[in-house]
């Protein structure tokens, strides 16, 4: 199984909510996120709840599982990611935007695989690592549409995929944790990543090297 596929899942349809139990909600799965990716899929719930700063019954009246809770947190992290995509497009030159998005995906490929991991190791609700409602297929999409922007701006080679770039990032961060010394901050996924988007730009038009050439020579010459 691909490693964004295990990445993200599905989660519940959400009906509309009061302002204070939206708060609630959102409280709760901002807790959730940050303990389950620091303490693995089976972290305390009473802490989730404490950090988030309601009851127990209220996280479980939202929250009816740790599976469902689960399903949120993967599903809002997705939702997040593709978020930024958007954020890129709209405010960056195409190749930049795609660029700079692929570090986000770096970054969530990297927060996302200590729980991934947590739910494999454990073996409890590991089969929500199977499920999918469309979060991989939104990521992908997300990808493909900067790429495309990218392409047609001239800032990538041709024949470059989204499902190849997504899959070179995953790997990015999968082979930086095996191989992270003491002290490692990320710089060696970020530098993993350098080399996969000099790959991936297109190289300076040699027409427009000479044209700079000629341009120098001339601005010598007077």
Same mark, same amino acid.
């Given at each position: 199984?691909?490693?964004?596929?295990v990445m993200? *899942?599905?989660?519940?349809?959400?009906?509309?909510?009061?302002?204070d139990?939206?708060?609630?909600?959102?409280?709760?799965?901002?807790?959730?996120?940050?303990?389950?990716?620091?303490h693995?899929?089976?972290?305390?719930?009473?802490?989730?709840?404490?950090?988030?700063?309601?009851?127990?019954?209220t996280?479980h009246?939202?929250?009816?599982?740790?599976?469902?809770?689960?399903?949120?947190?993967?599903?809002?992290?997705?939702?997040?990611?593709?978020?930024?995509?958007?954020?890129?497009?709209?405010h960056?030159?195409p190749?930049?935007?795609?660029?700079?998005?692929?570090?986000?995906?770096?970054?969530?490929?990297?927060?996302?695989?200590?729980?991934?991991?947590?739910?494999?190791?454990?073996g409890?609700d590991?089969?929500?690592?199977?499920?999918?409602?469309g979060?991989?297929?939104?990521?992908?999409?997300?990808a493909g549409?900067?790429?495309?922007?990218?392409?047609?701006?001239?800032a990538?080679?041709?024949? *470059?995929?989204?499902?190849?770039?997504l899959?070179?990032?995953s790997a990015?961060?999968?082979?930086?944790h095996?191989?992270?010394g003491?002290?490692?901050d990320?710089?060696?996924?970020?530098?993993?990543?350098?080399?996969?988007?000099?790959? *991936?730009?297109?190289?300076?038009?040699?027409?427009?090297?000479?044209?700079?050439?000629?341009?120098?020579s001339?601005?010598?010459?007077?």
């Amino acid at each position: 199984m691909a490693i964004l596929e295990v990445m993200v *899942v599905g989660s519940r349809a959400r009906g509309p909510m009061r302002a204070d139990a939206r708060r609630n909600y959102e409280r709760i799965v901002a807790a959730a996120e940050e303990i389950f990716t620091a303490h693995g899929a089976d972290a305390s719930l009473e802490e989730i709840a404490r950090r988030a700063g309601v009851g127990s019954a209220t996280l479980h009246r939202h929250f009816p599982s740790r599976r469902s809770l689960l399903e949120v947190v993967f599903r809002d992290r997705a939702e997040a990611l593709c978020a930024r995509a958007r954020e890129h497009a709209s405010h960056g030159e195409p190749g930049t935007a795609l660029f700079a998005w692929l570090r986000d995906f770096t970054t969530y490929a990297a927060a996302s695989r200590g729980l991934v991991g947590s739910l494999l190791r454990d073996g409890r609700d590991a089969d929500l690592l199977d499920e999918s409602d469309g979060c991989a297929a939104m990521i992908t999409a997300a990808a493909g549409e900067l790429l495309g922007r990218a392409r047609r701006a001239g800032a990538v080679r041709d024949g *470059v995929r989204a499902e190849d770039l997504l899959a070179l990032v995953s790997a990015i961060s999968l082979t930086s944790h095996e191989g992270a010394g003491e002290g490692d901050d990320g710089t060696r996924a970020g530098r993993l990543l350098d080399l996969v988007i000099e790959g *991936v730009r297109t190289p300076r038009a040699p027409a427009v090297a000479a044209s700079a050439s000629a341009s120098a020579s001339a601005s010598a010459a007077s």
